[in-house]
């Protein structure tokens, strides 16, 4: 194992793999090797210090492909620092309380508690009309949930800050 970090999210749109990537550069900006990957392109966790993971909510759930990452690693995933993310509320204000308490699908819960990740965060969305098919938008409006990009990038960089620090701190 080496100093390297791995990013690994599952997205639909597009929206999660841009704060899959803030991430990996605010941990690049704070001196660690880092790459940031599809969780369906990540081969093997052997070379990794620590692990970021995350994924876009559709429905209370984590996509596909983030979903089986969980379960096809947690063995090495357990041995290592991790911390997750999920992605998805649209709308004004924190994005828990927008969620009604939602952290982290119930299904992946077992495995997120054998795995013990140091931290793991709720990030708001966005939703663009234009990246959606019929089915999508017709959806979203059913639900009235807010179209648009809601993304805080300063608490994506904050949370991003404090995942270095923790790792700064495993290193010594």
Do not use: C
Not at 62 to 83: C, D, G, I, S
């Amino acid at each position: 194992m080496n100093d390297q970090v791995l990013v690994t999210y599952a997205t639909k749109h597009g929206a999660t793999a841009e704060i899959a990537e803030k991430i990996g550069q605010v941990l690049r900006q704070e001196g660690w090797r880092v790459e940031v990957l599809p969780a369906n392109r990540v081969a093997d966790l052997a070379h990794y210090k620590a692990v970021v993971v995350g994924s876009a909510v559709y429905i209370g759930k984590w996509r596909r492909q983030a979903a089986a990452f969980l379960k096809a690693n947690e063995k090495a995933l357990a041995e290592r620092p991790v911390w997750l993310f999920s992605t998805g509320p649209t709308g004004e204000g924190d994005p828990v309380e927008l969620t009604k308490g939602w952290r982290f699908p119930k299904a992946l819960q077992p495995i997120a508690d054998r795995i013990r990740p140091r931290d793991i965060a709720v990030f708001h969305g966005g939703l663009d009309p234009k990246k959606m098919n019929a089915i999508e938008r017709w959806m979203i409006k059913n639900v009235k949930a807010p179209l648009g990009d809601f993304r805080d990038w300063k608490a994506i960089t904050s949370w991003a800050m404090a995942i270095a620090g923790g790792l700064k701190k495993s290193a010594s």
